[in-house]
């Protein structure tokens, strides 16, 4: 439950600190005083996102903080999972710097929004007078009958097996409808495979036949170079190879009377054999050439298969048309293997439909039984709330195996009749804003009993109501805080003297600026509050008498 509440620095707040009572605790204070601002101090604190720039002084940091007192609450396994330290007294810290960046803790650990919000869920459920139409949404009718049938587990593993049941289908659906894609590319994929397969395309070959081709269309070129060139160079009457040997026989001659010129001789000789090889060498070749065309055709059949492929890829190369070869490849293979993987993702989604509906079955029927108490204990309340006639009725609608959703099988509305001899109907259409907020109250505290909530603050739900029926429902407020704790802005005095202990907010003007304040009232200081509430400014005997006697 909350135990303390300190705020620093926050819209009029310049410095506020309030310890609260375990069982109820009244707040109130004229309109424009600031209790809302307190609330949504609080709520800062609970995980809410910050809307503004709400600083009392611009140039310091915003600070609230909360303590709380969880033990009894069952809360230890929560911090083991959020990796906290758990402690019996716990502090919720927001800080808010000028700059507009937010910051929290939790027992002085630094968390994110979304796990401070988690745990402020489990420690205050904050209703206000425009919550009062959350009884009419079918959400929360189903959410107060699953925590009177108290199976949180079965409802937690059942929403996590419908995550993964969608999920399947999900994957199911987009395998589904690429096989159908895909099947209708088959023949188109396999066509183009085969078309590369068949042309049975090695990596170097381009180069390789561009050579011979070029070879065999220059053949008679080719065989005219080598032929001259074999004439000048051993058959003409000048050939290389007749200088040469003249040459070599004058040096020889110098050799006899000049021994230095040995090597040089050596070189000539080694010269002279060398292109006699080579005259040799172009001789052979020059036979060897012949043109050859059907060779030429062979080629220019396979360079044209080569370039008609690359065209009809786009690409330039062998290397590449191996490339697409492969994914297309892949490609074959995949189709070939969704068949089996949907035939793989029906039989399980099939089994978890089955398990799904089982565990929704018994959901429901957890539901049904809880139905009739909650329209007699309502009923109950009800009646202690000035509505002796009325009556609620659960209606439920089941759904079939093939229509499940993350709640199950159940489509649950809540039927409402103030009055005897009128036919139940959907609360939008039965009940007015007085009547919604009585039956609210009476459903909030019927499920307050069954959770393990530690504090439940009421904000101005008194709306349309007053008189005897007031004092009622500040009697349900009584009863309620046996069992959590309560913390109720009202306007009302019925309710207002109900407390343990009593809150009054008020601005306080100080050296030209206005201040929010709060204040615990002592036993006279609320008789004298209370004697306002009913008459004014400045109450007579009259209601101060009226005053002494509700605080009784």
């Known amino acids: 439950m909350l135990h303390k509440l300190l705020i620093r620095n926050y819209a009029l707040i310049d410095n506020l600190d309030i310890s609260f009572s375990e069982e109820l605790n009244i707040v109130t204070g004229e309109t424009g005083a600031g209790k809302s601002i307190i609330l949504g101090a609080l709520s800062l604190i609970l995980g809410q996102r910050l809307e503004g720039k709400y600083f009392f002084n611009q140039q310091k940091k915003c600070v609230i903080e909360g303590v709380f007192q969880l033990e009894g609450y069952n809360l230890e396994p929560f911090f083991l999972i959020s990796d906290l330290d758990y402690s019996k007294e716990t502090i919720l810290r927001r800080e808010i710097s000028p700059d507009g960046k937010s910051r929290a803790f939790i027992n002085d650990t630094p968390v994110n929004l979304a796990l401070l919000k988690q745990l402020g869920e489990r420690l205050i459920d904050i209703h206000s007078q425009h919550a009062t139409l959350e009884i009419n949404n079918p959400e929360f009718q189903l959410l107060v009958v699953d925590s009177l049938a108290n199976h949180e587990d079965l409802l937690s593993n059942y929403k996590q097996l419908y995550k993964r049941f969608q999920q399947i289908t999900s994957e199911l659906s987009k395998f589904i409808e690429n096989s159908i894609q895909a099947a209708a590319d088959l023949n188109y994929y396999q066509f183009q495979f085969d078309e590369l397969e068949v042309a049975n395309l090695k990596v170097d070959e381009q180069e390789s036949l561009e050579t011979e081709l070029n070879a065999l269309n220059h053949a008679e070129e080719i065989k005219r170079g080598l032929v001259g060139a074999y004439y000048k160079i051993s058959e003409a009457e000048e050939s290389s190879i007749t200088t040469l040997k003249d040459g070599l026989t004058f040096i020889e001659q110098s050799e006899k009377h000049y021994p230095l010129l040995a090597p040089i001789v050596e070189r000539l000789r080694s010269t002279l054999i060398e292109i006699k090889d080579i005259a040799e060498e172009i001789s052979q070749t020059e036979q060897g050439i012949v043109f050859n065309e059907k060779r030429l055709q062979e080629i220019n059949e396979r360079i044209n298969v080569i370039y008609t492929l690359q065209k009809k890829h786009r690409v330039n190369a062998i290397q590449e048309l191996l490339e697409i070869q492969k994914g297309l490849s892949d490609k074959l293979n995949s189709i070939l293997t969704t068949d089996e993987d949907i035939e793989k993702l029906k039989i399980e989604q099939d089994t978890i439909l089955k398990d799904l509906y089982q565990l929704a079955l018994q959901i429901s029927a957890n539901r049904l039984n809880v139905f009739s108490y909650l329209e007699d204990q309502v009923q109950n309340l009800l009646m202690e709330v000035g509505m002796p006639s009325a009556i609620l009725k659960v209606n439920n609608e089941v759904a079939g195996k093939e229509q499940l959703t993350i709640n199950g099988i ?129 109450p007579g005997e009259f209601a101060f008498q009226n005053a002494r006697e509700l605080l009784k």
């Open 410 to 538: 159940d489509k649950i509305q809540f039927l409402f009749s103030a009055n005897k001899g009128q036919s139940v109907a959907p609360m939008s259409k039965s009940a007015s804003g007085g009547e919604l907020s009585r039956i609210m109250l009476c459903v909030k505290s019927l499920i307050a009993k069954h959770t393990a909530l530690p504090t439940i603050i009421f904000d101005e739900i008194d709306t349309g109501i007053s008189g005897e029926v007031a004092a009622k429902v500040g009697g349900i407020m009584e009863k309620l805080a046996k069992n959590l704790q309560v913390i109720a802005i009202t306007h009302l005095p019925q309710i207002a003297s109900k407390g343990d202990a009593h809150y009054w907010v008020f601005k306080d003007e100080q050296d030209e600026i206005t201040r929010t304040n709060i204040k615990k009232l002592s036993s006279s200081e609320r008789e004298l509050e209370i004697a306002k509430m009913l008459s004014g400014q400045n």
